[in-house]
């Protein structure tokens, strides 16, 4: 089956830094989302993005499907941006199925 | 709003002891689907459906049951909880084939 691994499995940050978070997979998909899951377990999603590149306030994304590698970016980090990020991949196939990342742990300190 | 409502959002029950945990959207999404949370192991289907009267089995259904009598309903059902039900569960919606899924709050499940 498809592999969707994240890089890096952790990471600290100082409130104000900037960051990018990586997302690749091993197979053609037909949709990739990225979510954070914030400390109280809610995944909110932060963006539908099976291509091209998006922006949301602080945060934006790139897909670059070609490339099977997607990235998030996080300018500015306030503490509410802790929490896991995951990125999750539609496959092709009968199930309609999201196949999740092995996330990105973050933590900003003030 | 458009929103995915999960119902309970905390659950301790014993074992043995049947229970639902309902999930309603209002997006009109034909897919419904369910995920299990656990450390190490990450997001799990369990069920899914792709409009009404149609389920099916995801990669982890032993011990649940789910119908799909609706188009905006879709309820997981534990017969008989284990303690290895414990867990943060989630439900989801989609379009089929437009646009990314929406997941709800996600209900943490601990049986006894």
């Known amino acids: 089956g498809i592999q969707v691994e994240q890089s890096p499995p952790d990471l600290i940050l100082q409130e104000g830094a900037n960051s990018t978070l990586r997302c690749n997979f091993s197979d053609s998909v037909n949709n990739l989302q990225w979510f954070h899951q914030n400390p109280w377990g809610q995944l909110i999603n932060l963006f539908y993005i099976p291509s091209g590149t998006k922006q949301n306030g602080r945060l934006s994304a790139t897909t670059v499907a070609t490339e099977r590698y997607s990235l998030l970016y996080i300018s500015s980090s306030q503490t509410t941006d802790s929490g896991v990020y995951f990125c999750a991949v539609l496959y092709g196939g009968a199930t309609n199925k999201l196949i999740f990342g092995t996330g990105t742990l973050l933590a900003v300190q003030p | 709003e458009a929103q995915v409502t999960q119902n309970p959002r905390y659950l301790i029950t014993v074992t043995g002891k049947k229970l639902t945990v309902t999930c309603s959207q209002n997006m009109n999404h034909e897919y419904m689907s369910w995920y299990r949370q656990d450390p190490g192991l990450g997001l799990r289907q369990i069920y899914y459906?792709?409009?009404?009267?149609?389920?099916d089995k995801g990669d982890v259904p032993e011990g649940y049951k789910v119908s799909r009598k609706e188009k905006r309903n879709f309820p997981l059902i534990l017969e008989s909880p284990s303690p290895n039900q414990t867990s943060l569960y989630f439900c989801a919606s989609s379009s089929l084939g437009l646009g990314g899924y929406t997941f709800g709050s996600g209900t943490r499940l601990t049986v006894v």
């Open positions: 459906s792709m409009n009404v009267e149609v389920t």
